[in-house]
């Protein structure tokens, strides 16, 4: 009988292995088939690692988290080293490094790889050597002039002020408009006396080099893509379709084959991976758990009677009984509209740009009008595509599905709403990328430390404190200024360098450093700025203001207690001559008159809290899930390809033609830069350099040290790391309390939330 049992039990076994494997290998098949054989082989480590669907919104079980949850006790933490050697290496490999005469920089070589041949994969390491290569020379430029470091050196005061200057600002000296906020001045006044001259022309020769041919010309690159898509559009025309041409799911497959290796936290996969990437649903959640989950604001008085208005004049008798019932506080804008006045044009101007060689793009300011409902769902009610001084002067459509509950049948198909949430997306790429991330994050930052270094001894408690969190932040930030944004960004968004630059300032000019607070800051958006407020199931969905909060109360704890060791009383901070010239310095020559008089133990403790929370919590929130939402670059494109429509009836009219025709879809220069910025800029950050390493980091240097004051510091790194330790199984919740079907929101895992700006 047992012999008999076992026997059929081995047999049913065997068939049922053999089942799986064929189901599995039928699975593989499914996935490995080609999309087109015209089209670039996918490289192995892409076929490897296709992260489907359900991979994506798979949120961990407790039992996964927590086998992969940092140890709770700081002692137990291993600490791990980092090589960036790496892609210098493969740079040189590549051959992409150009070599040049330090005596006669005029004498520079071209480098021998050109990436004109290159498969899809070499573009994209390409893309990434380069840039670690500018960031590398900026580095290597700032240690000459003694500005970062590679070993740290004790400067004296003196010497630091004329080390660190700012630039002009907001014009420089010969009356122009200064380009971008206060920052470090890198040109000495004296170029012959340093060895900058030199280095300026390596740095600036290398960029450009290195630059051009990494952004391939129309006919360059990736040829056999351009093949396929060329062949798309033939056959469509010859097929007797051609207002079909290329269609959107044509690109909704490639992305499915031809992605870039995953170096994020999401392994590659990106939202067009998703169904639904196009829906009401992933439209909304991103303004909760996006790239950008700052700036969704209550709606004031002035724009929900401004939309009830539209809605009346469009017709939309339905919306204006519903949103004339609403509680009004449960309506929220993400407001575009001040974007001609920011970038210095007049209400009605057209905004388009074109830079040489480049294709023309346009600019939109849109503004949506969202409903938060009890439930916490999220739903887009209507959007103004492009904001000309009043709704009535511009055009406003509202959505067909009154509520989230809404069948979404018809979602994928109806085009003058998609077209909508794409100008509304590109009014968003352009506040995050220029405004939230660029500004408010690395510029903001990085004016505070000029001030810092011009101000503050390298031994004062407040300049030991800060300091960790500026790693990398300035040559990376002056990288960023000599060829991301000129010789990047520029060339993908619809406004003009002179008025990007102006909405730059803008931001600048309007931020307010105290309100930006993180708990002033969500009351000023309209949401509970503790966590008991938003434990309400209105917030489920916005996991964003649970972490960041959360972070910011730990993170102030422990400024709290490192403060406390060197200053007792108020009277202290008030009489530090050290602080109250930083105060002035940054007000004034850092031109941020918001930054806080600081005459107490408090008001120092939420200055210091709000510059780490500026280069840690923030801004990896808005940095690494670029890849993510941005590099399939339809779901939300930097620019329209195609000018808007001047009327709503137009709008209404569009078909997925006129979709196509917006999105950069035939314009493989505008398409690869758009995708590699974002995930160039989304690797995710060594373990390292972690906000839980540091802590862990601190307390392993001063575990064994003796003295009052050593022991504080201690027991507050201790403290730190444990909180942030159990921030991780919090965050880990927040995310798993989200409605299902939700993207996973683990982006401010102190295990993954990057200590400074360094990318
Ligand atoms: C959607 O449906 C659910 C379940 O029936 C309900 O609880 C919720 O209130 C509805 N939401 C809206 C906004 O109508
Ligand atoms: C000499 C000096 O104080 N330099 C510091 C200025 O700020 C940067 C940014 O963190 C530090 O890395 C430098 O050490
Ligand atoms: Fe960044």
């Avoid at 064929?22 to 080609?34: H, I, T």
């Avoid at 407790?62 to 940092?70: I, M, R, T």
């Avoid at 939309?307 to 804008?333: C, N, R």
Wanted: glycine share 6%.
């Amino acid at each position: 009988m047992g012999f008999l049992f076992n026997l059929v039990f081995s047999i049913l076994t065997k068939i049922m292995s053999f089942i799986t494997s064929r189901l599995a290998s039928l699975w593989d098949g499914y996935w490995q088939k080609r999309l087109d054989s015209n089209l670039p082989i996918p490289p192995k480590i892409l076929t490897a690692n296709r992260p489907t669907q359900n991979k994506i919104l798979k949120h961990l079980s407790q039992k996964e988290f927590l086998a992969q949850l940092a140890p709770q006790a700081v002692k137990d933490l291993p600490l791990l080293s980092f090589d960036p050697g790496v892609f210098d290496n493969e740079l040189l490999s590549m051959k992409l490094y150009s070599t040049l005469d330090p005596n006669n920089p005029s004498l520079a070589k071209e480098p021998e790889g050109n990436i004109r041949e290159g498969t899809y994969l070499g573009t994209q390491v390409a893309l990434t050597q380069a840039y670690s290569r500018i960031e590398q020379t900026f580095s290597a430029l700032l240690d000459v002039l003694g500005i970062e470091p590679t070993l740290p050196r004790f400067i004296s005061l003196e010497d630091n002020r004329k080390l660190y200057t700012y630039s002009a600002y907001p014009k420089n000296p010969d009356g122009s408009w200064a380009q971008y906020p206060p920052h470090l001045e890198i040109i000495p006044p004296d170029q012959a006396r340093t060895p900058f001259g030199i280095f300026n022309a390596i740095g600036l020769i290398e960029t450009q080099v290195i630059l051009q041919k990494i952004t391939p010309d129309e006919d360059g690159f990736i040829g056999k893509t351009k093949e396929w898509l060329l062949e798309k559009a033939r056959a469509a025309a010859f097929g007797g379709n051609p207002e079909k041409g290329i269609t959107i799911q044509d690109i909704v497959d490639y992305n499915k084959y031809h992605r870039k290796i995953g170096t994020d936290i999401n392994n590659g996969g990106n939202i067009g991976l998703l169904d639904d990437w196009y829906s009401d649903r992933r439209f909304a959640d991103q303004s909760f758990t996006g790239t950008n989950p700052t700036t969704i604001t209550q709606a004031s008085t002035k724009w929900v009677q401004d939309f009830i208005q539209a809605a009346k004049a469009g017709g939309y008798h339905k919306w204006v009984i519903t949103l004339e019932k609403a509680d009004k506080k449960s309506l929220f804008v993400q407001d575009g509209s001040y974007l001609r006045k920011a970038v210095g044009v007049s209400p009605d101007a057209t905004l388009s740009n074109k830079q040489p060689g480049g294709d023309q793009n346009w600019a939109v300011g849109a503004v949506t009008l969202f409903q938060l409902h009890e439930d916490g769902k999220l739903h887009p009610i209507a959007i103004c595509i492009d904001y000309k001084g009043s709704l009535d002067k511009s055009i406003t459509i509202f959505n067909q599905r009154l509520s989230p509950n809404d069948s979404t049948a018809g979602e994928k198909e109806d085009w003058p709403w998609r077209y909508a949430k794409t100008c509304a997306q590109v009014t968003d790429w352009m506040r995050h990328e220029l405004t939230v991330h660029l500004c408010l994050s690395h510029l903001v930052e990085e004016s505070i430390i000029v001030g810092t270094n011009r101000t503050i001894p390298m031994n004062h408690p407040v300049y030991r404190l800060l300091s960790p969190h500026w790693y990398k932040t300035l040559s990376l930030n002056a990288a960023a200024r000599a060829s991301l944004v000129p010789q990047v960004v520029a060339d993908i968004v619809g406004l003009s360098p002179d008025q990007a630059y102006s909405f730059l300032r803008e931001g600048y000019d309007t931020y307010d450093f105290v309100a930006s607070y993180v708990p002033n800051d969500l009351q000023r958006r309209g949401f509970p700025d503790t966590q008991e407020g938003l434990k309400h199931p209105r917030y489920k969905n916005y996991p964003y203001a649970k972490n960041v909060l959360a972070l910011w109360t730990t993170l102030r704890t422990y400024v709290d207690s490192m403060i406390r060791v060197s200053y007792p009383t108020d009277a202290s901070v008030a009489a530090d001559k050290y602080i109250q010239d930083w105060v002035k310095e940054v007000q004034t020559a850092g031109h941020m008159p918001s930054f806080p008089l600081i005459k107490s133990i408090e008001s120092l403790v939420d200055a210091i809290t709000m510059c780490i929370h500026t280069a840690s919590p923030l801004h990896t929130a808005v940095n690494y899930l670029q890849n993510f939402y941005q590099a399939f670059v339809i779901a939300k494109p930097p620019a329209l390809c195609h000018a808007p429509p001047t009327m709503r009836e137009d709008l209404l009219k569009y078909r997925e033609y006129d979709l196509v025709q917006a999105l950069p879809i035939n314009r493989q220069r505008q398409w690869l830069l758009a995708a590699q910025l974002p995930w160039l800029l989304s690797f995710k950050v060594d373990d390292d350099r972690s906000l839980l390493n540091y802590a862990a980091s601190q307390w392993h240097i001063y575990r064994t040290k003796k003295g009052e004051a050593e022991e504080k510091i201690k027991d507050a790194s201790e403290r730190l790391y444990k909180e942030l330790q159990g921030l991780q199984m919090r965050f880990w919740e927040n995310s798993n309390g989200m409605d299902k079907g939700s993207v996973p929101y683990m982006v401010l895992d102190p295990g993954l939330t990057a200590v400074s700006i360094l990318i």
